[in-house]
């Protein structure tokens, strides 16, 4: 038998937890009621001005700027704009399941069963296949809808989760060939790793949409929004390939010798020993760089893209909402941070899942 | 049948200016255990190594199980499937569980499918009594599971030989016996090993002949009895000395 000892907890109520953490000092005790209170009075009045005084209908646009609250109206009137740019007014139920798909799409990529060399590549192709297919239409009696009229959310969510899928096997292939044992290549993709690092990414996109058309064949141009993704998705990959290496090098040398040892070929130990213990020990850095890759995407406006902080800025440039700048950025941020945040938590709990299972 | 599973003649092997090993002639009979044993630094690491070509070797021939690897690199696949190697920090893969630890590098390296692979590495942990931990992660072991893991690993490719380097510096006292005695059955087995090690009891028991190395050289090899009682070179006396206490 076995009877463990556990030393009693002492007891804890809400009170004591209170002194502890907020009043234990005097000094802590005025900091605790100056910011509590600061606190108390910003909570009352955001939440007066975004949701108690706060106008939701177009009905009662006149009301809105005469000491009112927030004038959501601008968003029930402008909100297909944000949400969809320039898209055919009556086609937008195509984008807004386009954009569901690539939703779904980015969230069974994110399920670690859906990780293996055959179903991620699947997943991306059916998963973009279809939203391409879906919002250019142009068959089956939907009416064809170019790239230029693309916009809004789903132009965002489009151009990152595709510089995303092109990035990221881009970002292993140079991070792998910077560390081949030819030193032609591990010099030649350190030099174009350089390169790229050095360039502001607005200097590569617009290289991308406007100079590449003007310096090869016709043929080979491809449409603009291609060009771009494709040229941020080679900015993505060098500084992604960065974060591979260092996975890369923090695995340790005896994992190589145990998969040579036992016979393992190459491209077994790259993907089934090595890159797994590279991304999972770089998780944080990878969700760093997906934020940040998210968040620049807006950068497209500056070549004519209608992405959704473009569509926003539209929104109230019209004359009629010219004030309500405010709500509808208000608006733009909660969309942000419902990606960005997103992310983050996805993130840590695959950081913990990890810890935990090792997934 | 071959007689010799590994033979070494003239090998020399250079770490920079560092000469790790200084024509090295050996030969092991099939099915017969080694013992390697010397100071640290001595190249005990570095020739076991080459034998299944972690390290590549400067001058010298090498074959082992009839296939020659120091001229012809396109053997090492062949020769690597054949011989199985335990290292002293074990080497599992942290990230797969200690059942897909064994089933990976029979699909991957033999082509052996899924269900068949299983099979063979719950036989082969079950063997080393580690079978009820299949479905935890390496991290959760000791050391000595560890070990008995990475030997179930490698076992289940059905090696001809063994190479084991210091399988038991890693471990805590209590732990070494129990890697040591499932060592002892696979020589029982007439498994070919080479095993550099410092212990001697281990050596004594099974070991078919014991090889002295120091400063990159084969200063003496005889049988464990001869080793241990009648050494004929001063190093080997001095060593046994240290070993013994
Ligand atoms: N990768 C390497 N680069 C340079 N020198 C090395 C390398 N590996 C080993 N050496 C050197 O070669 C010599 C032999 O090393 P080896 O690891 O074979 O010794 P060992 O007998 O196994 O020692 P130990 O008992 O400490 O494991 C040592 O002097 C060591 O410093
Ligand atoms: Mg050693």
């Known amino acids: ?359 | 049948m071959l007689d010799n599973a590994i033979s070494v003649k003239s090998v020399n092997k250079y770490y920079g200016a560092h000469h790790a090993l200084k024509g090295i002639n050996l030969d092991v009979p099939q099915g017969q255990t080694l013992v390697v044993c010397g100071p640290s630094g001595s190249g005990k690491s570095t020739l076991i190594r080459t034998m299944n070509g972690l390290e590549s070797i400067a001058s010298g021939q090498l074959e082992v199980l009839g296939l020659d690897i120091a001229d012809d690199a396109r053997n090492l696949e062949a020769v690597r499937k054949k011989v199985g190697m335990v290292f002293q920090n074990f080497n599992l893969f942290p990230h797969l569980t200690i059942l897909e630890n064994c089933v990976l590098p029979q699909i991957r390296s033999v082509g052996r499918d899924r269900a068949a692979a299983t099979v063979e590495a719950m036989d082969q942990l079950k063997k080393m009594h580690v079978d009820i931990h299949a479905e935890k992660y390496p991290d959760q072991l000791s050391g000595g599971q560890k070990q008995r893991v990475a030997l179930a690993r490698a076992l289940c490719l059905k090696p001809e030989v063994m190479l084991f380097d210091e399988p038991t510096s890693a471990l805590d006292p209590e732990m070494i016996s129990e890697v040591l005695d499932v060592m002892q059955e696979l020589a029982k087995e007439n498994m070919t090993i080479v095993c550099v090690t410092h212990e001697m009891g281990f050596a004594q028991a099974v070991a078919d002949s014991v090889l002295l190395m120091a400063d990159g050289e084969i200063v003496e090899q005889g049988t464990p009895d001869q080793m241990f009682n009648n050494p004929q070179h001063a190093v080997t006396r001095q060593f046994m000395d240290v070993v013994k206490k």
């Open chain 1, 1 to 359: 038998m076995s009877t463990s000892v556990v030393p009693p907890l002492p007891k804890q109520g809400f009170g004591n937890w209170l002194k502890k953490h907020f009043f234990s000092t005097w000094l802590n005790s005025v900091f605790t009621v100056i910011f509590g209170a600061v606190l108390i009075w910003m909570c009352i009045k955001l939440s007066n001005w975004a949701i108690l005084d706060a106008i939701w209908s177009v009905d009662n646009k006149e009301h809105c700027g005469h000491g009112a609250g927030a004038c959501w109206a601008v968003i029930q009137d402008r909100g297909r704009l944000i949400m969809f740019g320039l898209y055919p007014y009556e086609e937008q139920w195509r984008s807004t399941l386009a954009c569901l798909i690539v939703i779904l799409t980015i969230g069974l990529s994110c399920l670690p069963s859906f990780w293996s060399i055959k179903k991620l590549p699947a997943l991306w192709v059916i998963g973009f296949g279809t939203f391409v297919l879906l919002m250019r239409g142009g068959f089956a009696g939907l009416p064809l809808v170019t790239s230029e009229q693309w916009g809004g959310l789903s132009l965002t969510i489009f151009i990152f989760s595709a510089v995303f899928v092109l990035g990221m096997p881009l970002a292993v292939v140079f991070a792998l060939a910077r560390r081949s044992s030819l030193p032609v290549i591990a010099k030649g993709t350190g030099l174009f790793i350089d390169l790229v690092r050095s360039l502001p990414l607005l200097t590569i996109l617009f290289a991308a949409a406007v100079v590449v058309p003007l310096l090869v064949p016709d043929w080979l141009e491809g449409n603009k929004l291609g060009r771009v993704v494709v040229a941020f998705a080679v900015f993505f990959a060098v500084y992604q390939a960065e974060i591979i290496r260092a996975g890369l090098q923090s695995t340790s040398q005896g994992q190589e010798e145990a998969a040579a040892a036992l016979g393992m070929p190459y491209w077994s130990l790259v993907v089934d020993i090595l890159l797994p213990q590279a991304f999972r020990n770089t998780l944080p850095s990878t969700i760093n760089q997906a934020v940040i890759t998210f968040k620049e995407t807006s950068i497209v406006t500056i070549i004519g893209f209608f992405e959704v902080m473009a569509s926003g800025n539209a929104a109230i440039g019209g004359g009629e909402w010219t004030e309500q700048f405010v709500e509808v950025y208000v608006f733009l941020a909660l969309v942000y941070f419902v990606f960005v945040f997103g992310l983050s938590r996805y993130g840590a709990w695959l950081e913990n899942r990890m810890r935990v299972g090792h997934a």
